[in-house]
T-cell receptor, first 113, second 112 residues
Framework: NAGVTQTPKFQVLKTGQSMTLQCAQD?????MSWYRQDPGMGLRLIHY???????DQGEVPNGYNVSRSTTEDFPLRLLSAAPSQTSVYFC????????????FGPGTRLTVL | KQEVTQIPAALSVPEGENLVLNCSFT??????LQWFRQDPGKGLTSLLL?????REQTSGRLNASLDKSSGRSTLYIAASQPGDSATYLC???????????FGKGITLSVRP
């Protein structure tokens, strides 16, 4: 199993551009989520999904959009990039249920100029 | 709102020391607690998962304990090695939809 994969690894955008961060998992996990990691702030939840067709907002959802059309994929869309969205983005997945371990992808380092 | 605290933010120890990393959380109604390791520029690697009904978990030189009533967990690292140098993150799972709340991490440096 490849586990949780994320693409791209690095990205530089200009303010106002849009882009999609890709996340995929091959473990048939129902739960998937997106976090951002910023110095001094720790990891914060952006959006999450409990299954295909179901998404919800986390702690810092503004400026981001998600959809979940398949169990495997959970893309994160930046609608109009802002410098405040410069961060490292991590995708995670876990089996259904509240007792299961979460697995993280390697991250995408995004810089918005 | 759940808050997770890890103090100190950084720790430097000589090789061979046994050490304890602390984690505290404000809401004891958790499902589980997970310890992660993060190397510079890398993703998160899960080290140990403790369910709310458990008191501790062990993996090799690592032992994690959980005292849910007092809102505390400790990660014990035996006989530390330079390869243990990394940032250690504590996260608690609350709510029914697998939402993790993270501490800011402890950056550990083990000196040869």
């Amino acid at each position: 199993n490849a586990g949780v994969t994320q693409t791209p690894k690095f990205q530089v955008l200009k303010t106002g551009q849009s882009m999609t961060l890709q996340c995929a998992q091959d473990m048939n996990h129902e739960y998937m989520s997106w976090y951002r990691q910023d110095p001094g702030m720790g990891l914060r939840l952006i959006h999450y999904s409990v299954g295909a067709g179901i998404t919800d907002q986390g702690e810092v959802p503004n400026g981001y959009n998600v959809s979940r059309s398949t169990t495997e994929d959970f893309p994160l869309r930046l609608l109009s990039a802002a410098p405040s969205q410069t961060s490292v983005y991590f995708c995670a997945s876990s089996p259904a249920g509240s007792y299961n371990e979460q697995f993280f992808g390697p991250g995408t380092r995004l810089t918005v100029l | 709102k759940q808050e997770v605290t890890q103090i100190p933010a950084a720790l430097s120890v000589p090789e061979g020391e046994n050490l304890v990393l602390n984690c505290s959380f404000t809401d004891s109604a958790i499902y589980n607690l997970q310890w992660f390791r993060q190397d510079p520029g890398k993703g998160l690697t899960s080290l140990l998962l403790i369910q709310s009904s458990q008191r501790e978990q062990t993996s090799g030189r690592l032992n994690a304990s959980l005292d849910k009533s007092s809102g505390r967990s400790t990660l014990y690292i035996a006989a530390s090695q330079p390869g243990d140098s990394a940032t250690y993150l504590c996260a608690v799972l609350t709510g029914a939809n697998s939402k993790l709340t993270f501490g800011k991490g402890i950056t550990l440096s083990v000196r040869p």
